[in-house]
């Protein structure tokens, strides 16, 4: 017997040849799409946080830039593309960059090797001793630059070292509106052992598209670009009228000229160290009061000091700069670590016409906290007066110029620790959004408001039903029926061979 002749071998040898057809055809199939989806970013992310896509945040604050011909900037990484793929941590970084890359036109991907090419990179260095490495990343409109770290562009737990999270949207958005757009000038006053460069507030600023600057009123002027002063936590006074520079005289002109006003100042000293500072915030109505708050009912410490902040009802000046954040139905917690209480000094305008406080935040309406004065032990609970106590206020002061009301505002907070990493470092508080809203109400158009950074632990899918049906089609019927369709095929023509 010929066994080449053999039907059944026949019939077999066309099997095993259709079948290796089929298996071709998916390989290249699938070797096409992955080529596409690459090029063109085809993809779905359904993790719950949407670490791998744009919010709509970014597009808001973005969008209007798409409108100028002679924007263009550069996301730079300073190693081959294949080589960064290869890091799971810059890897990521690449593709949220494609993704900004498809989303806006103005944005554009480069890959240098700074090993092979040193001198591509150097126009983008502060300084002459800067090294740029090959885990930097680099965004430039091509005046301006920002070379990050890789780990900038992550969060890390203050408690374990270790990383929670990732934050590259809000750090190529916020690089991308510290260069364009708006960006008046943010002074932190110096010279009198303020928390200034590095903290937590003086990057947030920077961030927010503030050109951020240090101060020493004793010695310089304030730039007429300049839109707030920052008094960070003082360890010293103000120098006033009875000094050779008038500090305060300063500030007072600047606010004068509709500039705006922070102070943050905790328990550490009580205000008789600060006669100057003290008799400045008076003309505003605010008395920071020589007390440090407790609420054991309403505190994440044991202590009752790390106090969790209720918000002002929307209808007044510190409501209405923070209504975003307190009319959310899932009201996020905004935390006020060792924080003295801050008193009015009148509550209608018939005292001071011009000039209005209000409160942003203050202890719970259950009247649960109480103040212990400077020096007494904790142990005087009972014999002090429990009540609603100011944690943050802020004063106003409008003025009419051609027909348009004009504020200025004073921002007063009793604790320094409100921005700390523990706080600006977690999804689960609202303190940055809350000094983001306050450089709203400022008058700073453009601010990385509602990005959050996208937590590693919640990566869970998040579809609704109507996708998981689709989806579950797709998997359960779909794929199967393809196959079907090809054994299908094959069989029928197995039977006429």
Known sequence: MNLFKNRKFKYGSAAV?????????????????????????????????????????????????KEQSDL???????????????????????????????????IDIKYIDVIKEPGKVEQYKSTDVQTIKTTNVIITDGNRSRVYAANAFYR??????????????????????????????????TGHGETTTGSMLYNLFAEAGYEVRNIDLSKEDLDPAAKVIIVNNPAYDLMGSKATVNEVAKIDKFLGS?????????????????????????????????????????SLSVDGTELVAEYAPDGDVGGAMIATIS????????????ARPISFLWTDTDKAP??????????????????????????AEESAEHGVYNLMTISAESNTVNNDQIYHYVLCAGTSSFTDD???????YANRDIIFSA??????????????FKVFENEALDITTAEANRWTVVLAVVLPLIVGIIGTVVYFRRKHL
């Open 156 to 189: 890390f737990s203050s408690e374990t070292g270790n990383v929670f999270a990732f934050d590259g949207e809000y750090k190529i958005t916020s690089a991308i509106l510290s260069m364009e757009g708006d960006n008046p000038i943010a002074y932190f006053t």
């Open 439 to 452: 450089m709203k109400a400022l008058g700073k158009t453009s601010v990385p408001i509602d990005i959050d």
């Open 327 to 338: 009319e959310m139905a899932d009201t996020p917690k905004a935390i006020v670590n060792k």
């Open 258 to 298: 509709f500039g705006h006003l922070m102070v943050f100042l905790d328990p550490t000293y009580e205000m008789s160290h600060f006669p100057e500072l003290s008799e400045y915030l008076v003309e505003w109505g605010i008395k920071f009061e020589d007390c440090i708050i407790h609420d054991y009912s309403n």
């Open 354 to 379: 011009y000039r209005h406080t209000s409160v942003v935040l203050s202890t719970s309406s259950a009247k649960s906290a109480f103040a212990v004065p400077f020096g007494t032990p904790d142990a």
């Open 422 to 428: 523990t706080y600006i470092g977690s999804s689960s």
């Open 17 to 65: 040849g259709l079948t290796c057809v089929a298996v071709a055809l998916i390989v290249i199939v699938n070797v096409i799409f992955s080529a596409l989806s690459d090029r063109y970013r085809w993809y779905v992310d359904m993790t719950k946080e949407k670490i791998y896509g744009i919010s709509d945040s970014s597009i808001a604050l973005l969008d209007s830039y």
């Open 72 to 106: 263009h900037i550069d996301i730079i990484f300073c190693q081959e593309e294949d080589e960064i793929d290869a890091e799971y941590s810059l890897a990521l970084i690449n593709n949220l960059a494609k993704e900004y890359k498809e989303t806006f036109d103005f």
